[in-house]
């Protein structure tokens, strides 16, 4: 899996930003080879000096799938509104999405735990 990654600016205006938001998600809902839409306002900072207001998160299947969406119609209306509405505070990145199963982590937690004897 692989990702693009938004982090929104605080610097933003508001008012242009959440009325421009559901035109954006209207594009980007529609990029070819779209798997997965993560949204996470951020709600508190634990450390670090880089505040985004909202981490947003578009999953593909392969890194040529998201290429392609990023150059498809809706790729490039959803990138051009996502700069007016940011007014380009905002910070764009690609990634390996990796991701682990409860079920997994449950196996892991369970093998660790001491044995009483």
């Known amino acids: 899996m692989f990702k693009l990654i938004?982090?929104?600016q605080p610097e933003i205006d508001k008012e242009i930003f959440f009325n421009g938001w559901p035109d954006f998600l209207?594009?980007?809902e529609l990029m070819p080879g779209l798997e997965r839409i993560v949204s996470a306002p951020v709600h508190a900072y634990?450390?670090?000096d880089y505040r985004p207001l909202i981490v947003h998160e578009l999953i593909f299947e392969?890194?040529?799938a998201l290429e392609k969406a990023l150059a498809s119609q809706h790729g490039v209306a959803a990138g051009k509104l996502l700069q007016q509405i940011t007014g380009g505070a905002v910070t764009l990145m690609t990634a390996a999405h990796m991701e682990d199963s409860g079920e997994n982590l449950r196996k892991i937690?369970?093998?660790s735990k001491p044995?009483?004897?």
């Open 6 to 8: 938004i982090l929104i």
């Open 26 to 28: 209207s594009h980007a």
């Open 46 to 48: 634990l450390t670090g």
């Open 62 to 64: 392969t890194r040529p």
């Open 109 to 111: 937690r369970s093998a």
């Open 115 to 117: 044995r009483e004897e």
